[in-house]
């Protein structure tokens, strides 16, 4: 189920369809679709393909009952904020100054915002919040401040 959020959430803030994603990986759109939904045993090799369609990498780690995973699913207002029309233009306007890919940079932000929120430990963030930290974001990385 966390495999299937995660997927999903990276997808979504990528912009991104099932389809694209899929032909990407070289998989089925509905196989891909039945791992977003929890469904499925994946190979390690059809997961690696995952990753790298999504602009990710694969880390597979062993670990007790107990342990925590390393990185949560982002909150779920920050999906939807990143399927918006707002960090979509902002995205691309960075993506342009900084002469980058703009799903690339879309996936940057959206992790960067999602570091964010846990690190404060906040995961009922608001549009109105998500949008702040996006400028703050955006506003260093298209105009840093050159001193060292």
Not at 34 to 61: F, H, Q, Y
Not at 66 to 78: G, K, N
Not at 92 to 98: D, F, H, S, T, Y
Request: no cysteine.
């Amino acid at each position: 189920m966390e495999l299937g959020r995660r997927l999903r959430a990276r997808r979504a803030a990528l912009g991104r369809t099932v389809a694209s994603v899929a032909a990407d990986a070289a998989l089925s759109v509905p196989y891909v679709a039945n791992l977003e939904n929890g469904r499925g045993n994946p190979t390690v090799s059809a997961l690696d393909r995952l990753a790298e369609a999504l602009g990710t990498r694969l880390v597979i780690t062993l670990a007790g009952p107990d342990a925590e995973p390393d990185t949560p699913a982002p909150p779920a207002s920050l999906v939807a904020f990143t399927r918006g029309r707002r960090f979509r233009r902002a995205a691309g306007r960075l993506a342009q100054v900084l002469g980058e890919d703009d799903a690339a940079v879309r996936a940057r932000l959206a992790g960067a915002l999602a570091a964010v929120a846990a690190s404060l430990r906040r995961d009922d963030l608001g549009e109105g919040d998500w949008q702040r930290l996006l400028d703050a974001l955006v506003l260093i990385l298209a105009h840093p401040s050159g001193e060292e």
